[in-house]
């Protein structure tokens, strides 16, 4: 079982009703971000940097998409690391990533 920061002792003094109000705002959270990058990513139309898909979507932070996004390629198996190439941001060489054909599926279509 997966442990939270309730489980350490850390906000003891925290009622019932408001750690489960913040399970469910994580839960939230996290399912927003990836559908945040995957539309993000979608949107773009071909394979993206890190930096390129938080600068699509109003993001100036890569920091904001990047554990969401490994666990869309390590877990979920719903994107993959596709050639290095030159970010069009930041114009250093970087991973792109883009959409494995189970990802295909969930964002509706082929391109």
């Not at 002792?9 to 109000?21: H, M, R």
């Not at 938080?54 to 050639?83: A, V």
């Not at 883009?98 to 969930?106: I, S």
Request: aromatic share 12%; glycine share 6%; with cysteine.
């Amino acid at each position: 079982m997966q442990k939270d920061l309730f489980d350490y002792g850390i906000g003891s003094n925290v009622t019932e009703t408001s750690k489960q109000a913040l399970k469910e705002l994580t839960k939230e959270t996290i399912s927003q971000r990836y559908q945040e990058y995957m539309n993000a990513l979608w949107d773009m139309g071909h394979p993206s940097t890190d930096v390129e898909v938080s600068s699509h979507s109003g993001h100036p932070d890569p920091n904001y998409f990047r554990p969401r996004r490994f666990e869309l390629e390590n877990f979920h198996r719903l994107i993959f690391e596709c050639k290095t190439r030159q970010c069009s941001v930041t114009k250093r060489m970087a991973k792109t990533f883009w959409f494995t054909d189970k990802g295909l599926e969930m964002v509706g279509g082929e391109q």
